[in-house]
Each structure stands twice: as structure tokens, then as C-alpha cells.
């Protein structure tokens, strides 16, 4: 079975930083891509960046610039570098993995608080 497990969050004043990590254990076949999602009050839960099996990366425009998603395989282990954070940028952020065969697996989140 298959586990994503975040950690990283907290509170964090404006223009400063965090790093978010995600663990994945369990056997993954067909890997299609990993990403960060967030979710704020009273929104809906939006694609913060994401990064493929290849590579590749892209990310929502709000975040383009500031943030940085990176994987380390060996660790089995996704990151998501947070830099010069905004309050709109709070929310509870989530670690997804998706599969070729339409698999899509979800972490419990992570709380991120940007105070102004």
C-alpha cells in the first residue's frame, strides 16, 4: 500500500521560508507524476507544482519563481522549497503521486501560516 506522509509546515512570517517534504513508501508501478497541492479556507484545492516522472516541472503562476519542487529517489522522498512566502500562501498543503493507470494517492497535509 502505498503512503505519502508530509511534514515540514508551520508558521512562518512574511518573506521567509520553509521547506516541505514527503515521504512515499509502498510499491509504486507506472509512475506518472508527484505534486504539491494546497488548500485554503472556503477554496478549492489548486495544483501547486508538480513534477513528472522525467523531470519536467511546472508550476501554478502564483508560485512561479518563488517555490521549487524537487525529488530525491533514492530517498523515495518529494520536496517542495518554499521562498519569500506571501499570506496568500497559506493554506494546508498536500503530497499527491499519480500513476499511469489513473492511481492517485494523497498525504494527510501540512499546515503552512504565513503571517503579514
Known amino acids: 500500500q502505498v503512503q505519502l506522509v508530509e511534514s515540514g509546515g508551520g508558521l512562518v512570517q512574511a518573506g521567509g521560508s520553509l521547506r516541505l517534504s514527503c515521504a512515499i513508501s509502498?510499491?509504486?508501478?507506472?509512475?506518472?507524476?508527484m505534486g504539491w497541492y494546497r488548500q485554503a479556507p472556503g477554496k478549492q484545492r489548486e495544483l501547486v507544482a508538480r513534477i513528472t516522472s522525467g523531470g519536467s516541472t511546472d508550476y501554478a503562476d502564483s508560485v512561479k519563481g518563488r517555490f521549487t519542487i524537487s525529488s530525491d529517489n533514492a530517498e523515495n522522498t518529494v520536496y517542495l522549497q518554499m521562498n519569500s512566502l506571501k499570506p496568500e500562501d497559506t493554506a494546508v498543503y498536500y503530497c499527491?503521486?499519480?500513476?499511469?493507470?489513473?492511481?492517485?494517492?494523497w498525504g494527510q497535509g501540512t499546515q503552512v501560516t504565513v503571517s503579514s
Open positions: 499527491n503521486l499519480g500513476t499511469y493507470f489513473g492511481n492517485n494517492y
Open positions: 509502498g510499491s509504486i508501478f507506472a509512475l506518472n507524476a
